[in-house]
Nanobody, 124 residues
Framework: QVHLVESGGGLVQTGGSLRLSCAAS????????MGWFRQAPGKEREFVAA????????YYADSVKGRFTISRDNAKNTVYLQMNSLKPEDTAVYYC?????????????????WGQGTQVTVSS
């Protein structure tokens, strides 16, 4: 069974940067697509970014395109989310998830395994 642990969240000012990590254990995730999602208080969990198993393709929500970058290091069984030019509306709990397919998806229901999340707070 895959176990995912996110880290790297914290408090940052508007315009700042954070790098989130998602470390997988129990099973390699190198053969699978990975995604990042976020959930703000009182809102639905929403798609942020995804990457194919070979990192040949990435996909972003319009709200983060040009500011966030998803990447992966299959040797470390880890996926990253580099977040630049952060805005207060990026404040949320960020989750990584694995999809047992080589290609990405943007729906929560397509990802069966999730981490516990890491809080990102952007102050104005």
């Amino acid at each position: 069974q895959v176990h995912l642990v996110e880290s790297g969240g914290g408090l940052v000012q508007t315009g700042g940067s954070l790098r989130l990590s998602c470390a997988a254990s129990g099973r390699t995730v190198s053969n699978y697509a990975m995604g990042w999602f976020r959930q703000a208080p009182g809102k639905e969990r929403e798609f942020v970014a995804a990457i194919t198993r070979g990192a040949t393709s990435t996909y972003y929500a319009d709200s983060v395109k040009g500011r966030f970058t998803i990447s992966r290091d299959n040797a470390k069984n880890t996926v990253y989310l580099q977040m630049n030019s952060l805005k207060p509306e990026d404040t949320a709990v960020y989750y990584c998830a694995v999809r047992f397919s080589s290609y990405y998806a943007t729906s929560v229901k397509d990802y069966p395994i999730w981490g516990q999340g890491t809080q990102v707070t952007v102050s104005s």
